[in-house]
C-alpha cells in the first residue's frame, strides 16, 4: 500500500493533546447542592471508580484515538498499487438514433439503454474511467474521461432521443481514438444492432456489444416527396414509398393530406419485407404541407411471439408497431401564383396558349400601355416600346429597337445551331427541328444570355436579367413557320412564365433525417433555425451560403429572421419608460423564410429486427467491481463515522445509563 | 428588599386575627395546667385542714351543711412555644433560600403566641445552639424578635438536630410547644432529635422545608456537587438513571417524615419555598381544621 499525501501523517501528533486532556479532564461543571445525602446513597450503591468505570472511560479514550488515527490515515489517501495497473477505461457508446425510439421494449430502448449504462457506471471503480459516446445522427462525446459518477450519470441521462440514423461504427472508431492505449480499455456499445455491419462487432476485441430491444414488427413511410409537374402549372406529383419490416403480412391505410385537406387514401396490403412505392399524380395550385399519415396498421397473428427484452425478462410483443416516427412524413409543396400578363395584340396561338394556362390572368391590348405597373408581365408582339420598362417583359418578333437591342436586317430561314439545353427556360424543349422562315436581327446589348443562337450567330431567342428587369426575347416570326404548331411552344411559354415568376425550384426536397442543407442567405440578416419541437438556434452570420442540420428531428424545420420587437421603444417614445435602461430588447421571429420538410426516410432505421445472431450478444449483466469500488479513504472515513456513532452511544449512556 | 418589611407585619396582624379563631385549641391552644393555685375558674373542694387559707373556705357550703371545706381554683398558666430554627448552610440553599421562609414563618407563629400572650423562645441551631431568643411574652417583644431573626445567617458545619435538641432539653425550663422548623437534611437523621423532644414531654411539630430544586434537580451529566453545608464535592456521573433514583429517594424521605410525624401524632407542615409564609400559615390552619 502507498500514501499519497503522507505528511498528512503529522495529523497523529493530534493525540497528544487528547490524551493530555483525558488524563487531566476538564474542569467538571461545580453544582452546589444542599446535602449529599441522597447522591450519597445512589452513588455508594454504585461503587464509583468501579473498574467497569474505569474501562469505560478507557475504551471511550481509545476510540476517540481510533478515531482520529483513521481520519489521518483517510487524509493520506492510501491507495494499492494494483489499483492504478488495473485502472480501467470503458467507453461507452450510447445508440440514440431512431430505432432506440422504438417501444418494443419499456419505455424505450433508448431508456432501457440508459438503464444499463447506469449500472455500468455504478460498477466503476476507483480510479476507472469512462466516456460516453452518443451514436445517432453524428458521433458526439457527451461525457470525457471521468471517473466522477454523478457527472457520468449526468452527462448519460442527458442523452436526447433522435430521429437521425445510427453512427454507431463511428462512434466506436471515436471511442478507440479516446482509449488510446489504455490496457484495460474497451469500448462498450448499447445498441439495437439495427444497423449494417452490427454482426462483425463481436469479433472485435475491444468492443463489447449489448443490444437492446426484440425483434419488432414495423411498418414504416421510407419515402415521401411531392414535386410539381413540369408540363401541368399546377400538378404536382407525389412519391411514397411504405416499407413493412417485420416477417408478417401487414395491412394498413396510407393517408395523404394537403394543408388538412385529404388527397388520397390508399388501402395497403403488404407481404413480410415488401417495399412498396407508387408515384401519384394531383393538381393544386395552391402548394402547403402535404402530409402523409400510417394508420390502422395491423400485422397478421402469428401465434405468440415471445421475446427476450433488455433485462433478460421475456415478455409478449404488445404493440404491433413499434417504431411512431415512420409512421408520418411530410413534404413541401411549392406554390404556384397567378400571373396577371398584359398581351399586345397581333398573334392568335400566342394569346391562346397564355389563356389555357390556368395561372394566368390575361388582359389583351391594341398597343403597349403607357404607363406600366409592377408585377405584371408585358407581352409585347411585334410592337415595342423604346425603352423597355421595368419589370417582366417577353417580347416576340419585336418590330423596332429598343434600348436592349439593336435591330437588324431580317433573317431568312435561321437554321439552329446552338441551344442552351442547362437553361430551365428551354426545358423538354428542341428547337432545330423547326421550321423557322423568318426571324430578326437583334444585336442586344451587353448583359444578354443567348439562349438559342442561328448559324450566323445571331440570337433567336435571347434573356435580358437585370436588378428588377427580366426580358425574354424571341425573334422568330410565329405567324410564319410551324412553331406554334409544335408541343414546344406551350412548353417554352411555360417555361417562360415559371421563369418570370421565378419558380426555379420544382422540387422542395424533403429531407431525410441527418442530413444538411445549404441555404444562401444576406450578410446582415440575423436567421434562426426552429425545429419541429420549437427548440431554436441561431444561424452564423456574415456568410453567403449557412449550413444547416443535420436534422435530427422528423418534422417541419424552419428558419425565420429574428426580428428586434420596436414596442418598448415606441411606448418610451409616446412617455412611458422602459422598463430598466439595460433591458434587453425582446425578440421575435418573422415569417419563415424557407422551410425544410424532415422525415425518417430510412429502410435501415425503421427495421427494428435485431440480427437473430446478436439478440443475446454480450453479457448482460453489469461490470463486476469487486468489493473496492470506493477509494480506501471513503471506508477509512466510514469507520471513523461508525467509531464516533459508537462513541456517541457511550456517551448517551453515561448520561441516560 | 429586608426580610420583615412593613407589609410582612400587615400580614402578621391579619394573621393574628384569623388565628384567634383558629389555633385556639388546636396548635397553640390554650393550655391549663394541671396545677391548682389563685386562678378564677372554680375546680372543686377539698376538706379544710389546718394552716390552710380561710380566704378560700365556702362558707355558703359550711352555712347550709356545716362542712369546712376549702374552694380550689385551676391555676391559668401562659404557654410556651419554642421555634427551633434550622440555621444550618442547607437551608441557606435557594432562590429565595429556604431560611428566609424559615425566619418568616417563625416571625408570624412566633407573633401569633405572643399576641395570645403566650410565651416564646427561639432557638438557633445547627451543628449545636448557635443562638437564643430568651423566653419572652408580650406583642411589645415582637420587634426585637424580628430583628434577631434578620440578624441570623446560614452557618455551621452539618446539621446535628440530636446534639442541637439534645443541648435545648437539658436547659432548666417548662416544656411546651416546641416548632422545629428544618429541612431536617441532617446526616444522622432527625429521629433521635425529635425522639428526645417527645421523650422529654415537649410537644414538637415539624414544620419542614424544601427548595424545588432540591426535590427535581437538574444536573445531568459529568458535575461536581458541591456540598455548601460541609464545603465537600464529589465527582460525579449523573444519568437519567440516578435522577430517577434521587426523585426516588428524595420522596421517600419526605414520606417518611411524615410518617414519624403521623406516628406520634406531631403536627407536621411540609412545604416548598415556592409558597409564601402567610399562605403556608393559612395551610397550616386548614390542616387544622378551622378553616376551608
Known sequence: MSLAFPLALLWAGLTVPIVIFYILKIRLRRVPVSTTIFWQQIFDEKRPRSLWQILRHLLSLLMQIAWLLLLVFALTEPFFTWEILQARRVILVVDNSASMRAIDVSPTRLEAAKKIGQQLIAGLRFRDEMAIVAAGVQPQVVCGLTGHERTLQTALAGIDPTDGPTRVTAAIDLGKRLLTDAKHGRVVVLSDACFPGSDKLTEDKLVELRTIGTRAANVGITNFQVRRSLLDPIGYEILTEVTNASDRPAECRLDIDLNDAPVDVIPLSLTPGQTWSKAIEKTSASGGRLIAKLSQIALAAAGEEESKTADGKRSTAAAPDALAADNIAIALLPKRTEQRIVLTEGNLFLRKVLEVNPLVKLEVVTKPPEQYEAGVLYVFHKQVPQAMPLGNSLVVDPAGGTDLWKLGEILENPIVTKQDSDSPLLRHVRLDNVLLPEAKQLTPTDGATSLVTSLSGDPLYFSVERPGQKVLVLTVNLDQGDLTFRTAFPIMTTNALAWFAGQAGELRESLAAGAVSEIPISASDTLVCRSPAGKTHPLPTGQAKVAIGPFDECGLWQVSKEVTDATPQRKAQNGTPPRGAGASVPTTLDEPIIEFACNLASKTESDLRIPAALQSAGPQTAMVAGWLVRPIWFYLVAAAWLLAAMEWVLYQRRWIS | ?292
Open chain 2, 1 to 292: 428588599m429586608a426580610l420583615f418589611d412593613s407589609d410582612f407585619l400587615k400580614k402578621l396582624e391579619y394573621l393574628s386575627i384569623v388565628s384567634r379563631r383558629v389555633f385556639r385549641g388546636s396548635l397553640l391552644a390554650q393550655r391549663r395546667t394541671l396545677q391548682f393555685g389563685s386562678g378564677i375558674e372554680f375546680a372543686d373542694h377539698r376538706e379544710y385542714t389546718a394552716g390552710d387559707d380561710l380566704r378560700y373556705l365556702d362558707w355558703n357550703v359550711y352555712a347550709r351543711h356545716g362542712d369546712l371545706l376549702l374552694k380550689r381554683f385551676q391555676e391559668e398558666e401562659d404557654l410556651h412555644v419554642y421555634f427551633l430554627l434550622d440555621c444550618s448552610r442547607s437551608m441557606g440553599f435557594g432562590n429565595p433560600p429556604k431560611f428566609d421562609l424559615a425566619r418568616q414563618v417563625t416571625a408570624a407563629l412566633a407573633y401569633i403566641a405572643l399576641a395570645d400572650l403566650d410565651r416564646i423562645a427561639v432557638i438557633a441551631f445547627a451543628d449545636r445552639v448557635l443562638a437564643d431568643f430568651q423566653l419572652t411574652r408580650g406583642k411589645a417583644r415582637i420587634l426585637p424578635l424580628l430583628n434577631f431573626l434578620e440578624n441570623l445567617e446560614p452557618q455551621g458545619v452539618d446539621t446535628n438536630l440530636t446534639a442541637s435538641i439534645q443541648q435545648f432539653v437539658r436547659r432548666r425550663q417548662r416544656t411546651g410547644l416546641s416548632i422545629v422548623v428544618s429541612d431536617l437534611f441532617d446526616p444522622a437523621g432527625y429521629q433521635r432529635g425529635l425522639d428526645q423532644l417527645r421523650h422529654r414531654r415537649y410537644e414538637p411539630h415539624m414544620i419542614q422545608l424544601h427548595d424545588p430544586q432540591e426535590a427535581r434537580p437538574a444536573v445531568l451529566g459529568d458535575v461536581e456537587l458541591y456540598d455548601i453545608e460541609n464545603d465537600a464535592s464529589r465527582k460525579v456521573t449523573v444519568t437519567e438513571k440516578s435522577l430517577r433514583a434521587y426523585r426516588r429517594l428524595f420522596d421517600d424521605y419526605q414520606q417518611s417524615v411524615a410518617t414519624y410525624c403521623r406516628t406520634y401524632s406531631l403536627g407536621c407542615t411540609q412545604a416548598t419555598t415556592e409558597i409564601a409564609f402567610d399562605e403556608l400559615i393559612l395551610r397550616m390552619m386548614r390542616t387544622a381544621g378551622a378553616v376551608t
